[in-house]
């Protein structure tokens, strides 16, 4: 039977807290160390969650040794510094998404990856459901997607950096469906036209509504409209998504088994066991390192979803519609440039074509 798998968390936040009961409730790991800058509050969720023996520190590099990998639980702006610190410390690391404010800074971590030789996988924990899973198998058996849909319509009332973003829902949430986008097409973005705007009654400082058209390479299209200032009859956190395809459609309200229709009638929605949301995300992080796989959101690939929506927030800045192909390479030439570690900037420049290193 393996050892326990060692987990050093960084971020002792509201996420950090919703990590520590993943933690908890997985048998096959065990919390190394808990880091939060503020090491009060550190030992404060440890002992909360029943923790009471671990740990806490107010860096890292205090509790290192400790630990088999890091999760970076961090808010986004930290993220390039803690997991690169990590990887270069030979830690593999699971971050929480987004993976950074900036597809530079994204790609300044899949270098440093690179340099390190450890895992940087993103916890895209909404590939994860089991209804997910069976609106996948479903519309894989009816064909082709032309359209997928997804409508987004919540109102939390959220404080902190995310009331002040300029972007809040396509930075800070759109990037779930963007990239569960990509997952269920099996295709990759071309395009994107988008417009955001902020209505009038909203509680956030930045545009909490959008719309974006993206165009993928297999030509099918997918839309995205939303808003995180839509009070009544909200959809699910997953969103509600339509996949039109060549024989039926499915339809999933992001919460509950997804339906499906063919032209020769009702297709049966299959759920399995998977774990699913974080819990999901650690099981497949855990069982990459062990084996040396690749997860389904490791660095290379996630920085596409990445630039999914930096490439929406230029097309509302400008007006008009954005290549993502532009937003990458424009995002290396600016991540070699800026660099602050010459073995970084090494392993940057060596990609001959910055689209063929993601996989786009």
């Known amino acids: 039977m393996s050892e326990p798998f060692r987990i050093l968390q960084v971020g ?150 995310r009331a002040r973003m300029a972007e809040p829902l396509l930075v800070d949430m759109a990037i779930h469906q963007f990239d569960f986008a990509r997952k269920v097409l099996g295709s990759e973005p071309v395009s994107v036209y988008c417009e955001s705007y902020n209505p009038q009654w909203s509680w956030f400082d930045g545009n909490a509504s959008a719309t974006a058209i993206f165009r993928f390479a297999d030509d099918s299209r997918f839309t995205f409209t939303g808003s995180w200032v839509a009070p009544g009859l909200e959809t699910s956190w997953n969103g509600q998504w339509r996949a039109s395809t060549s024989g039926g459609t499915a339809i999933w ?23 699913e949301e974080i819990a999901g995300s650690l099981v497949e992080f855990v069982a990459a390192v062990r084996a040396g796989g690749t997860p389904q959101s490791e660095v290379h690939s996630n920085v596409i979803s990445l630039a999914m929506v930096e490439a929406a927030v230029r097309s509302a800045r400008e007006g008009a519609p954005v290549l993502v192909a532009d937003v990458l390479t424009a995002a290396h030439a600016e991540a070699v440039e800026t660099a602050p570690d010459p073995a970084v900037r090494a392993a940057l420049e060596s990609w001959e074509d910055v689209l063929k290193t993601v996989g786009l």
């Open 12 to 161: 002792a936040g509201p996420m950090g807290r919703a990590w520590l009961r993943t933690i908890a409730a997985n048998p096959d790991v065990v919390l190394a160390g808990l880091v939060d800058l503020d090491v009060e509050v550190a030992r404060r969720a440890a002992d909360e969650h029943g923790f009471t023996d671990v740990p806490v520190a107010a860096s890292l590099g205090e509790l290192a040794d400790r630990a088999d990998a890091v999760i970076d639980v961090t808010v986004p702006v930290a993220h390039p510094t803690v997991s690169t610190s990590a990887l270069i410390a030979g830690l593999p690391v699971l971050c929480e998404k987004p993976l950074a404010e900036t597809v530079r800074e994204g790609l300044q971590m899949a270098a440093a990856a690179e340099v390190s030789g450890k895992l940087l996988m993103v916890s895209q924990s909404r590939r994860y459901f089991r209804a997910a899973y069976a609106f996948q198998r479903q519309i894989a058996e009816l064909g082709p997607v032309g359209t997928l849909s997804c409508e987004f319509f919540k109102a939390p009332r959220l404080d902190g950096f």
């Open 253 to 275: 309200d992001g919460d509950r088994a997804p339906v499906a229709q063919s032209e020769s009638g009702d297709l049966p929605a299959v759920l399995t066991e998977e774990p």
